[in-house]
Nanobody
């Protein structure tokens, strides 16, 4: 069964850091571009970052540039999202998604598989 599982969310104070992981099972993640998305209460799900199959191409939404870093370890079948200098506005459920194509995009529709999400709460 093809599955994506996110982990690493939690409660953190403003200015703190978290590292999210997206682990794949049932398929080889190296053949898929990966996107991270988030959805805050009452808001649309938005693209946060994405990474190509090789890891050489990455994209970020403007609000997280310079604070978040996406990376992948294809040998471990895992993609990471390092989140630094977290702000209350980053509070959301974070989802990873996989697209069987070498390049990534920041829109939802091309992605084939989705994880169940992990909650990130930034609050003092």
């Amino acid at each position: 069964q093809l599955q994506l599982v996110e982990s690493g969310g939690g409660l953190v104070q403003p200015g703190g850091s978290l590292r999210l992981s997206c682990a794949a099972s049932g398929f080889t993640l190296g053949y898929y571009a990966i996107g991270w998305f988030r959805q805050a209460p009452g808001k649309e799900r938005e693209g946060v970052s994405c990474i190509s199959t090789s890891g050489l191409s990455t994209k970020y939404v403007d609000s997280v540039k310079g604070r978040f870093t996406i990376s992948r370890d294809n040998a471990q079948n895992t993609v990471y999202l390092q989140m630094n200098s977290l702000e209350p506005e980053d509070t959301a459920i974070y989802y990873c998604a996989a697209r069987k194509w070498y390049e990534c995009v920041m829109t939802r529709s091309p992605y084939d598989y989705w994880g169940q999400g992990t909650q990130v709460t930034v609050s003092s």
